[in-house]
């Protein structure tokens, strides 16, 4: 009994003693009357501890938020409503970041120099680029939805990004990282649609790439825009798992160096004139993904260094071409399933047919164009 | 070694014995030619001249024909000289016009069949493999809901067996054409199974793939790993019992209903559906579970008094994720994932839905919603 007593008192003193770390939650919009309330997101992203969660309500926030502390930013639902939208401003988004290309960035929510370092996430908000107007023309101006900075880390989970069409220039997602600390961004379950350039965007400018992406389970869609590239990755490393990918002109395109593999999984991508391009990013594995309704399913590029890109278990079909090799040495394609296609293989470097290692039914023209 | 020479004479003997019972190879088109081949000109002409149970092995090439199949066999296109599509059209270069060949049993409706399997004597399987069928320039005349119908690949009751590999384009015929049709209105039960075929640019009243049979169903459908684009008024119609599984179908925008779920024990599962009036369509279904629907207008739509079970779905970039018609229904909607959209669970009378995963949605639950 007294040893009992004491461990309560333990207990009950630990729990005192902790609560100042404790995570605190806030809100913005009004409608939790029981957290403390900010009138902005950008009050609130740059006022509450690190790692607090803010709530936002549904409603429209006109801002352009910067968030360099770790925190959850979270949508929260109300009285039937559950959608708290981030709109461009209406006079106009400021540039507000240079990225590792040079690119000048509109971000409407920027993550940047995180400080202490921790991850931000951010789930259940859209973001809408509708309005956005940006100070300069593209390029050097470009226009994102959410942008991870040089030195971020997080998860951007059941978020919305649509309508960032800056010209030539809009981006749903971009996550970048130059020189320092390698950093680990996960996108997963978003719903991005209708951006001028790329869906999803992630890039490093190091060798060996200091970025680390998981991309997975996101649908991204431009049918009602012609976005350039529905998931975008240069020379990072990670996964691209899972996703519905679908219009556009380059489904999932991996580039940038002959350092950064990356695995593509199990995405389903269709109406789109390139479904997967791959150009360096050697080591590669594309695997298990369904790809149909495209005028190429694999494109290759980059210097063929050894060992290149695999390419195993996938399924096209209604397809112009299976795959273009470019005469890109070292891409290995073996056990997929190719079905109703014009042609099969083009510009074959002379050591790869990809004949007789995977199955191929209703194809016109199995190879054409061999490279010298 | 008596014995020994004895066990060699009788193997000597068995070879002898078997020789004239091996197995010949029929072919259609002239790619194989020699001993052990048995040629045939038409497709029309194999499938009436080879023994029951035969395999046909059809070169690549143009076949004009309407082939009409009586006997259970297995119809593969093959690979040879860089060429792997074996297409049966229309435009038969003797004059000969497409001919009415089957009546539904299901619809009562008039088809003209490209292949048609139906009478087949002795029971067995009729399976096609590595086959397209092209349906450019096919017409039946008149086209509107109750006229005769272009059809691909019918089966018609009393068949059974397996379509794999296949593609089925082109049936257009001003509207009312249909790429692969199977139906039972027998009371002995048949397995048909549609499988890892492409269906595209069918017509835009028609369906893609469609099992039918009567209630209680006496077909057993399995509908799995097709990819569909461009694929009529409905892509997969499923009125018979069975399952409709990881097929992906894309529309470019005209199509009404990716999957119309209308029978007792039919299960769909894990289908990829983008870019439709309506993702899934439910008067009846055994589960509808782990689909992922987007960019649609509907994710899911239910007949009034749909009963069904509709959990672990994913639906983004909807007008509305699930629209009940004002009507009541029967069966768990749970673990559902909806992310962007306008209308959660529409024209929906009854309690709050919980048990769902939703977020950036307008209006969770309006009573009165138009559903795009």
Request: net charge negative; glycine share 12%.
């Amino acid at each position: 009994m007294y040893k009992h007593r004491i461990l309560l008192l333990l207990m009950a003193a630990t729990m005192i003693a902790s609560r100042p770390a404790q995570a605190k939650s806030y809100e913005v919009g009004g409608c939790n009357p029981s957290l403390p309330e900010f009138p902005t997101i950008q009050m609130a992203v740059s006022s509450v501890p690190p790692e607090s969660t803010i709530l936002v309500c549904p409603g429209t926030y006109f801002e352009q938020v910067i968030i360099s502390q770790p925190l959850t930013l979270k949508g929260a639902d109300i009285n039937n409503l559950d959608r708290p939208v981030i709109a461009a401003p209406p006079n106009g988004l400021a540039i507000n970041v240079t990225s590792i290309t040079g690119a000048q960035v509109a971000a409407q929510v920027l993550v940047e120099n995180v400080t202490p370092p921790g991850n931000v996430v951010l789930t259940g908000i859209t973001v809408d680029g509708s309005l956005a107007e940006v100070p300069l023309s593209c390029p050097p101006a470009a226009l994102a939805g959410i942008f991870y900075a040089s030195g971020s880390s997080g998860t951007i989970n059941d978020m919305t990004t649509r309508d960032q069409k800056l010209a030539s220039c809009g981006y749903g997602i971009w996550l970048e990282n130059g020189a320092g600390p390698n950093q680990t961004i996960t996108v997963e379950n978003n719903s991005v649609h209708d951006m001028s350039s790329a869906g999803i965007l992630a890039q490093s400018n190091q060798t060996p790439p200091t970025l680390t992406a998981t991309i997975q389970g996101n649908f991204v869609n431009s049918l009602n825009y012609n976005q350039t590239t529905d998931i975008e990755v240069f020379g990072i490393l990670g996964a691209i798992t899972g996703n519905v990918v679908t219009g556009g002109l380059v489904g999932i395109t991996n580039a940038g160096t002959d350092a950064s593999p990356v695995t593509i999984s199990e995405n389903a991508v269709a109406g789109i004139s390139i479904g997967v391009g791959m150009s360096f990013g050697d080591g590669s594995k594309v695997t298990s993904n369904k790809i149909s309704n495209v005028y190429t399913a694999f494109f290759f590029g980059g210097s063929g260094v050894s060992p290149g890109p695999t390419v195993t278990a996938n399924t096209t079909q209604n397809t112009t071409y299976v795959i273009n090799y470019n005469c890109i040495p070292n891409v290995t394609v073996k056990s997929n399933t190719f079905n109703d296609s014009e042609f099969g293989f083009l510009q074959i470097p002379p050591e790869n047919s990809g004949l007789g290692v995977n199955a191929i039914d209703n194809i016109d023209t199995v190879q054409t164009s061999s490279c010298p | 070694m008596s014995r020994h020479l004895a066990w060699f004479f009788w193997v000597i003997a068995m070879l002898a014995l078997s020789a004239p019972l091996q197995a010949l190879t029929y072919e259609v088109g002239g790619c194989k030619t020699g001993a052990g081949y048995v040629n045939f000109t038409t497709i029309s002409a194999a499938v009436i001249g080879v023994p029951a149970g035969s395999t046909i092995e059809v070169c690549p090439g143009v076949y004009s024909e309407q082939v009409t199949i009586t006997q259970p066999l297995t119809l593969k296109g093959i690979a040879f000289n860089n060429a792997s599509r074996a297409v049966i059209t229309i435009n038969d270069p003797t004059g000969a016009p497409l001919a009415p060949n089957v009546t539904s049993l299901t619809t009562g409706q008039p088809f003209y069949a490209q292949v048609l399997v139906h009478n087949v004597n002795p029971a067995g399987p009729v399976n096609l493999t590595g086959i397209t069928v092209d349906g450019s320039g096919g017409s039946t005349g008149e086209c509107s809901i109750v006229s005769a119908g272009l059809a691909g690949i019918f089966y018609a009751p009393g068949t059974s067996g397996t379509v794999d590999e296949v593609t089925a384009r082109n049936q257009v015929n001003d509207g009312c054409g249909f790429g692969v049709w199977v139906e039972n209105a027998d009371a002995t039960s048949e397995t048909i199974t549609i499988k890892n075929s492409s269906v595209h640019d069918v017509g835009g009243l028609g369906v893609a793939i469609a099992a039918l049979s009567l209630t209680p169903s006496t077909l057993t459908s399995t509908i799995s790993g097709n990819f569909l684009s461009n694929a009529g008024f409905i892509g997969i119609e499923g009125d018979a019992s069975g399952t409709i599984a990881g097929n992906v179908l894309t529309s470019s925008g005209t199509g009404e209903t990716g999957i119309f779920a209308e029978a007792a024990g039919l299960t769909v599962s894990a289908n990829t559906a983008a870019s439709w009036y309506e993702g899934i369509r439910i008067s009846l279904a055994s589960t509808v579970e782990s689909n992922k629907l987007s960019n649609v207008g509907t994710a899911i739509t239910f007949f009034p008094d749909a009963v069904v079970p509709v959990k672990s779905n994913t639906a983004m970039n909807v007008g509305c994720g699930f629209d009940f018609l004002s009507g009541s229904i029967t069966g768990a909607i749970s673990g559902n994932v909806l992310n962007d959209a306008a209308n959660a669970f529409a024209n929906w009378l009854g309690s709050s839905i919980s048990g769902n995963s939703l977020y950036n949605v307008d209006t969770i639950q309006p009573t009165v919603a138009s559903c795009p």
